[in-house]
């Protein structure tokens, strides 16, 4: 069977233009600036040796972070635009919805604009008029439809309520259900797994992974969460490097990012250790995860204790604990030594984390304080809201159901 899209191989090449940029082609004519300010720069690939196919009547994702690349490869599948080198077949006509604000002029009236649209979409005015009453109520936009379009916004589906969003997802369905083929780029990671039947995860314009849309999006994660564990790591190192030495606050819980105490016992160094035993700054919820510090009494000391303190990002505390809270009483530390915090399932929502970690006296005077100077990150595939995710299950009668 013939494809409903291929690209083969497929590089597209831009040009970087120097000098600043005129406001009008008349200023520019004016100025006699125009030949110097498209002088071509630098190039650069914004797809490279990119292949996939289609089939007719299949739901195919793009992936990938900003400037990956996938608007070039939608683009080049509407025809917008031409590869370097390569080829593009496409088998059947285009509607491309690249954006939501692309094509649409925001100083004439959405009559005006679906007018246009559809024109460019390959419709004559006939089939414009007869379908008008349909795109329109569609968009919910009957009272505003000779009103001036004023809205822009990037991704197709992030716009309007949650009703119109779940329309749009119907729409979906139904395009599938007749046998249609949709290529859909986006960065809604469940939507492509919801919808696709395969996808592909572009990067840097380069293709990295290809095929079932659950393995190529735990791919894509994977990566990301890479990315954001050593963006994590520099902030960390950063935060303790700079950490100002000051005395001890009147309320801790009011204090800002910062170290104290008297150093008769000194942490030297934390680690956060992950489900496999690795230094990490990223764990998914519900996954093991350990606190280790490295301490260091300068002499012999009977009376301690470690806490750990567990923050969200406006600064509420999710969790406190030191070893005296606990019924730990302390005997003897000396020289070095390590303290490890194990939490067998890390129950907290998905977020960015901050920690606390002290050793201090049993009645609270700091040998040594690091105030909110570890940076954590928790992923869950599930978006719940809040700060603590406790482990638990739904139950329903025989007459609730749900598909599997």
């Not at 025809?79 to 088998?91: H, N, Q, R, W």
């Not at 395969?198 to 735990?218: F, N, S, T, Y």
């Not at 939490?343 to 977020?351: K, M, T």
């Not at 406790?390 to 749900?402: A, G, I, K, L, T």
Request: aromatic share 8%; charged share 25%.
């Amino acid at each position: 069977m013939t494809p409903a899209i291929e690209l083969n191989h497929v590089t597209k090449i831009y040009r970087k233009y120097s000098g600043r940029h005129f406001a009008t082609l008349k200023s520019a004519l004016l100025q006699r600036s125009i030949l110097r300010d498209l002088r071509p720069g630098e190039a650069f690939p914004a797809l490279t040796d990119v292949s996939f196919t289609v089939p007719k009547g299949s739901t195919f994702g793009v992936i990938g972070r900003n400037g990956s690349g996938k608007s070039t490869a939608l683009k080049l599948v509407a025809g917008i635009t031409k590869p370097t080198s390569g080829f593009v077949k496409v088998d059947g006509r285009i509607s491309a919805l690249i954006e939501l604000g692309a094509g649409f002029h925001p100083e004439i009236s959405g009559r005006e604009n679906v007018f246009i649209n559809g024109i460019m979409l390959g419709l004559t005015k006939r089939e414009i008029t007869d379908r008008f009453d349909e795109i329109v109520d569609f968009a919910e936009l009957r009272d505003f439809i000779d009103a001036p379009v004023i809205l822009l916004i990037d991704e197709v589906l992030a716009v309007g309520d949650e009703a119109f969003t779940h329309k749009c997802l119907d729409k979906f369905g139904e395009f599938r259900r007749r046998g249609k083929t949709i290529l859909l780029v986006t960065h809604s990671l469940p939507l492509v797994e919801r919808f696709c039947d395969e996808a592909i995860w572009l990067d840097g314009g380069r293709a990295l992974a290809h095929g079932d849309p659950k393995r190529v999006v735990d791919a894509y994660l994977t990566k990301v969460e890479e990315g954001e564990g050593q963006l994590l790591a520099a902030t960390t190192a950063k935060a303790v490097e700079t950490a100002v030495v000051e005395a001890a606050p009147a309320n801790m819980f009011e204090a800002t990012e910062g170290r104290w105490g008297s150093r008769d016992v000194e942490i030297t160094g934390v680690t956060l250790v992950d489900r496999e035993g690795q230094p990490s700054f990223v764990f998914h919820a519900g996954d093991p995860m350990s606190i280790t510090l490295a301490v260091r009494a300068a002499r012999p000391i009977d009376d301690f204790a470690f806490g750990i303190g567990v923050f969200n990002a406006d600064g509420v505390c999710c969790f406190g604990t030191n070893t005296d809270i606990e019924a730990l009483q302390s005997e003897q530390l000396s020289g070095d030594g390590e303290v490890t915090f194990a939490i067998d399932s890390l129950d907290l929502v998905e977020g960015t984390y901050k920690l606390d970690v002290a050793v201090h006296k049993r009645d609270g005077a700091p040998y040594d304080y690091h105030r909110l100077l570890y940076t954590f990150r928790v992923k869950s595939r599930t978006h719940d809201v809040g700060i603590y995710r406790p482990r638990h299950h739904w139950r329903f009668s025989s007459n609730v159901r749900f598909k599997p």
